[in-house]
């Protein structure tokens, strides 16, 4: 299973950018998918998650300008970001848990995408 995350880049502050992740491989479901994001110096953090059934939870500091979703279709899941602050600046990270045909349910991870938010 291969996690392809996508969609960082540099943006002012108050900006929005809209992250991608596209699962591909011998899947044969997908559980729950998150992002995570790591910050320069600091520990890797959950930043949103979203179920099979479509329930979210939100990290505090972005419940109300991040919004997690996902394509079950295209295995593919979202994370758009709002009104972002220059704390928000880290690699972003896609994790996903998947039943594959072959192996079973493992937790995965994408490379990450860096997403840099200037003041």
């Known amino acids: 299973v291969q996690l392809q995350a996508s969609g960082g880049g540099l943006v002012q502050a108050g900006g929005s950018l809209r992250l991608s992740c596209a699962a591909s491989?011998?899947?044969?479901?997908?559980?729950?998918m998150s992002w995570y994001r790591q910050a320069p110096g600091k520990q890797r953090e959950l930043v949103a998650k979203?179920?099979?059934?479509?329930?979210?939870n939100y990290a505090d500091s972005v419940n109300g300008r991040f919004t997690i979703s996902r394509d079950n279709a295209k295995n593919t899941v979202f994370l758009q970001m709002n009104s972002l602050k220059p704390e928000d600046t880290a690699v972003y990270y896609c994790?996903?848990?998947?039943?594959?045909?072959?192996?079973?349910?493992?937790?995965?991870w994408g490379k990450g995408t860096l997403v840099t938010v200037s003041s």
């Open positions: 994790n996903a848990d998947v039943s594959t045909v072959y192996i079973g349910l493992g937790n995965y």
């Open positions: 491989g011998s899947i044969f479901s997908i559980n729950a």
């Open positions: 979203i179920t099979s059934g479509a329930i979210t």
